[in-house]
């Protein structure tokens, strides 16, 4: 499946495809240069894709499940954690109540950057910085590299400044894809092979002044070492030096901002730390929690700078997580960590796919290019980590130079509000790796989800029972994955 045109694409492109013959049949070849270069320059917006890492779809104060009515429905997570800035981005925009990841990294973060399923781009597994891990033989454990096309590099193809922060975590130690330059980005902050910080604290230098977290120390930021600035908001600020300067360059700018938060060590952001210091869970879980409050305050700095600057009706923001999410707060096969969702991070269940996704523009009006619907949560079908390729791509008007199939499907029709009756019903997590639920592919269609296991009684799990082979449920009547309907439903098992 080649990535299509959606329809506010499909008609801008038809509009300046008209006028274009038109200027042409009445002599004006000059005219049509500058219309089309103008045209072009003025519709391509700027685009922030906000990348959290190992944050589920309830580690937030937005509420992202929705009622049988389809309205929004708050749970007890929601009172748990502080985002007023995707507050902010979701009454302005759309959100996804389903919005399907890959259960780990890698996989997820190679899908946005090719558009692609894990099954065809083959980096199934997360990436270990010094050697392959577990899995069959032939997963891609190399990562990308500057031969696979990449979102960046065609952005960069079509116009854009390109600018990657914080955590890359594309390929191992060593490997060409540990550099996110040579993956199609200009610049690169903090960006390098693996994907848990050695540090948070700015005091330790993000773990280079550390000796026992110097194996994982983030690169660059070496003005805030010894300083009280946490990592999360270093990047931010070098994010919004990297937007200042794109913009005094007059072209549109690609930036992937990607928070090395909210992935352990689960250190506290003592900014945040006084609002939940007197709740009784867990300290890793306020800690996880400040972490979360930490780069919501991150998305709020950066929709206050495009402001600022007098482009925030032109630039586009993309939310999204990378995995279900990761709070110590439960077992892993438990309801805990993504309740009401089953599992978290690294399992079949919901909870270990199911993402937060808010798209909007930094300030709608009437410079928008497109139309967001506002305040709107988006029930009825789902998305997919691999639709950003395809949405950005559409957004602004770009093409791959080179014929790349693309498995993602844009999301623009969505976004304005409305049903794309065109878009399938279906995601495959597939998951040949030991690693919490092991070894498992995963695939849903319309309300149901099946579950296969290649191998029921691996690793951890040896001593006890094994489990089931397939697991069915149907996710319209039992959301939450507790009633597995596979021996009374053969046949959809088939
Ligand atoms: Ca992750």
Known sequence: MVASQGTQGSDQVEIKNRLMKKLFSLGLGSALLF????????????????????????????????DKKGKPEKHSLNDWYRTPNMDRLAKQGVRFSQFYAQSVCSPTRASIMTGQNSARHRVTQFISPESKNAGPKDWKWEGLTSKDVTLPSVLRTNGYYTIFAGKAHFAPIGHEGEDPTKLGFDINIAGCSFGAPGSYFGEDGYGNLDPKRKKRAVPGLEKYHKSDTFLSEAITLEAKKAVTRSLQKDKPFFMYMSHYAVHSPFQSDPRFLKNYESSKKPRPAKSFATLIEGI????????????????????????????????????????????????????????????????SWAKPGKANSFKIARNHLHHEQIGTVMDIYSTIVDASHSSSPIKHPVDGISLLPQLSGKINKKRPDHFMCHFPHSHRSSYFTSFRKGDWKLIYRYITNTGKRKSKKPLPKYELYDLKNDPYETKNLALENTKKNQ
């Open 35 to 66: 219309f089309h270069l103008n045209l072009s320059s003025e519709q391509k917006p700027n685009i922030i894709l906000f990348l959290v890492d190992d944050m589920g779809l309830m580690d937030t104060s937005v509420p992202m499940l929705a």
């Open 296 to 359: 919501d305050k991150s998305l709020g700095d950066l929709m206050d700078h495009v402001a600022a600057k007098g482009v925030a009706e032109n630039t586009l923001i993309l939310f999204v997580g990378d995995n279900g999410s990761d709070a110590p707060l439960g077992d892993s096969y438990g309801y805990y960590s993504s309740a009401p969702l089953r599992g978290k991070k690294g399992t079949c269940y919901e909870g270990g796919m199911r993402v937060p996704f808010i798209a």
